[in-house]
Nanobody, 117 residues
């Protein structure tokens, strides 16, 4: 079982920055990749960014060049640096991990990000 703890959401003005954190304590060895997904109001959940244990990253088209995902493997943690945010970035952001031989999906509870002036 992988438990994910998210933090860092909140209210930010357009053009500003925010940093999200997600920690999977005690599950470092079993995790194959981690990432962030988001679900805007009334829409489906979508990929924001992901990173493998080997450091390979992937980004959703709408955040490329603005968001950066990084990983601290020893801590079992990932971070999402969000720069130049836009109102359309408003969503609940969920931390995700794929773990074990079967690549089982685990989800955090989500953290709200609101971009508004």
């Amino acid at each position: 079982q992988v438990q994910l703890r998210e933090s860092g959401g909140g209210l930010v003005q357009p053009g500003g920055s925010l940093r999200l954190s997600c920690v999977a304590p005690g599950n470092i060895v079993s995790i194959n990749s981690m990432g962030w997904y988001r679900q805007p109001p009334g829409k489906e959940r979508e990929l924001v960014a992901s990173i493998t244990r080997g450091g390979v990253t992937d980004y959703g088209d709408s955040v490329k060049g603005r968001f950066t995902i990084t990983m601290e493997k020893l801590k079992g943690a990932i971070y999402l640096q969000m720069d130049a945010v836009k109102p359309e970035d408003t969503a609940v952001y969920y931390c995700n991990a794929l773990a074990g031989i079967a690549n089982i999906n685990y989800w955090g509870r989500g953290t709200q990000v609101t971009v508004s002036s």
